[in-house]
C-alpha cells in the first residue's frame, strides 16, 4: 500500500509560478512511475505529467508542455511539478498518482492505482 500526500497548491496571478510536491510513503513499495492529474469544475480529471521512476522519463499534455516540468527526487520517494507561466484555464484540484508497475499508459487514469488527496491550485486573471 502507497499513500500519496500532496503540498504546495494556492492562489496565484496569471503569469506567476506554483511548485507541487508529492511524498509517497508505505511499506516496502515499489514504484513504476507517478504522475499528475487536475480536475476542474465540471471536467472529467485529465492527464498532466508523469515520469518513469527508473530513467526518469517525462510525459506532459499538450496543454502544459513548455510550462510545466515533472522532476523526481528518487531518495525522497517524492515528486515535483513546477508550473509556471500559469494561466486562468489552469484552475483545479491537482492530484498526485502513483503506479507499482506499468500495465498501460502512464497518461491515462487507469494507469494508476494510488492517488492523492489533491490539492487546489486557482489563477487569478
Known amino acids: 500500500q502507497v499513500q500519496l500526500v500532496e503540498s504546495g497548491g494556492g492562489l496565484v496571478q496569471a503569469g506567476g509560478s506554483l511548485r507541487l510536491s508529492c511524498a509517497a510513503s508505505?511499506?516496502?513499495?515499489?514504484?513504476?512511475?507517478m504522475g499528475w492529474f487536475r480536475q476542474a469544475p465540471g471536467k472529467d480529471r485529465e492527464f498532466v505529467a508523469a515520469i518513469r521512476w527508473s530513467g526518469g522519463s517525462t510525459y506532459y499534455a499538450d496543454s502544459v508542455r513548455g510550462r510545466f516540468t515533472i522532476s523526481r527526487e528518487t531518495a525522497k520517494y517524492t515528486v515535483y511539478l513546477q508550473m509556471n507561466s500559469l494561466k486562468p484555464e489552469d484552475t483545479a484540484v491537482y492530484y498526485c498518482?502513483?503506479?507499482?508497475?506499468?500495465?498501460?499508459?502512464?497518461?491515462?487514469?487507469?494507469?494508476?492505482?494510488?492517488w492523492g488527496q489533491g490539492t487546489q491550485v486557482t489563477v487569478s486573471s
Open positions: 508505505g511499506r516496502s513499495f515499489w514504484l513504476y512511475a
Open positions: 498518482a502513483a503506479v507499482n508497475r506499468g500495465t498501460v499508459g502512464v497518461d491515462v487514469r487507469e494507469g494508476y492505482n494510488y
